[in-house]
Every structure is written in structure tokens, then in C-alpha cells.
């Protein structure tokens, strides 16, 4: 198993070498979550192989599209939406614990069903994807983008509660009294 993360890692890494740190935060966010609502130890397992590679879709698609600064058309809106599909896809010969492949697959839905690829809502969105679409905005709010700047850490949970309808209501609160990084 640590082969294959590895190998994986390094794929992403060659790809956008931005992406290994934004995959080790988002997998130590998204553990710290999982720990502070007991999540039994296999779950958590599953969660951080998920994490890491959260993003591996992203190697399918248009490295200009990926880095664009400027505001995506309609069809690269929907090229970058489909990141989610392909890196579940991508691992699915893997045959890993089915909870991982899940996890990827919707780590951008939201809790109000606007998110992607399945617009699904609430409980039905696994709950290992719900604690990613945490950590993974918090750490990428935190982080320089080609687009703007890194917002405080301070910003970013005002910019969290203010869209919190993206997000599991609970994990968030349980996140924002965690001590962040
Ligand atoms: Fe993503």
C-alpha cells in the first residue's frame, strides 16, 4: 500500500509539484477531523489514502485549463468538475476499500446539493467526503492560488461560515474548535 502511494503521489507531484503539499494538508486537516468525531481506526485508514489523493483526476485533464487564472467557460467549468469522476475511475483496478473510491468520487458535493458530480445532499453524501470538502476549502483558502492570495486563517473560517451551507453543520462546528495548523 505504501508502494502504490507513493507511486501516486509522485504522478500528482510530477504533474503540479503544488499538489503534494495541498494532498499532505488536506489528509492531516482531514484526520484531525476524523479523530475528534471518533471515527473507528479502518475508517480513518480509508479516509487519509483518500485524502492524499483526492485530486488524482486532475492528471487527466488540460494542465492549461487546471492552472488557468482567469475565469473558466462553460466547457472548462465542466472539464474541472469532472476531476472527481476520473480520479475515482482512475483507482478503480485498484479494487481498494470501496469507501475510497466513494470519498474521491464526491469530495465536491455540497451539503445543499449544489456541489459536483451528483448534486446529492446531506446525509447522502458519504461522510468521508463531507470532512474533505472541509479540509479541503479550509487548506486551499489558506494557500496562495494562481487567482489571488492566501487568506488568513481568521478569513477563511468568516468565508466558511459565510458559505456554510456547503457544509456538514456539525463537522464544521467540530472543525472551527479544532486548533488549526
Ligand atoms: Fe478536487
Do not use: C, W
Not at 467557460?73 to 476499500?97: C, K, R
Amino acid at each position: 500500500m505504501n508502494n502504490l502511494m507513493s507511486f501516486l503521489l509522485k504522478l500528482m507531484g510530477a504533474r503540479d509539484p503544488y499538489a503534494r503539499g495541498h494532498s499532505n494538508h488536506v489528509t492531516e486537516l482531514s484526520a484531525g477531523l476524523a479523530r475528534a468525531i471518533d471515527l473507528p481506526a479502518e475508517r480513518i485508514e480509508s479516509l487519509v489514502f483518500a485524502s492524499q489523493i483526492h485530486d488524482l483526476g486532475k492528471i487527466a485533464i488540460n494542465e492549461a485549463i487546471i492552472n488557468k487564472p482567469g475565469p473558466f467557460t462553460e466547457a472548462e467549468y465542466v472539464m474541472v468538475q469532472h476531476h472527481s469522476i476520473l480520479g475515482a475511475n482512475l483507482i478503480a483496478p485498484l479494487q481498494l476499500d470501496a469507501s475510497i473510491q466513494n470519498a474521491i468520487l464526491h469530495h465536491h458535493e455540497n451539503y445543499d446539493g449544489s456541489g459536483y458530480p451528483h448534486k446529492i445532499a446531506g446525509e447522502s453524501i458519504p461522510l468521508e467526503s463531507r470532512i474533505l470538502r472541509i479540509a479541503d476549502t479550509y487548506d486551499a483558502l489558506i494557500h496562495d492560488r494562481v487567482y489571488r492570495s492566501a487568506y488568513s486563517p481568521q478569513k477563511a473560517r468568516a468565508i466558511m461560515r459565510e458559505e456554510s451551507h456547503f457544509f456538514d453543520p456539525n463537522l464544521l462546528e467540530i472543525f472551527f474548535n479544532m486548533d488549526q495548523p
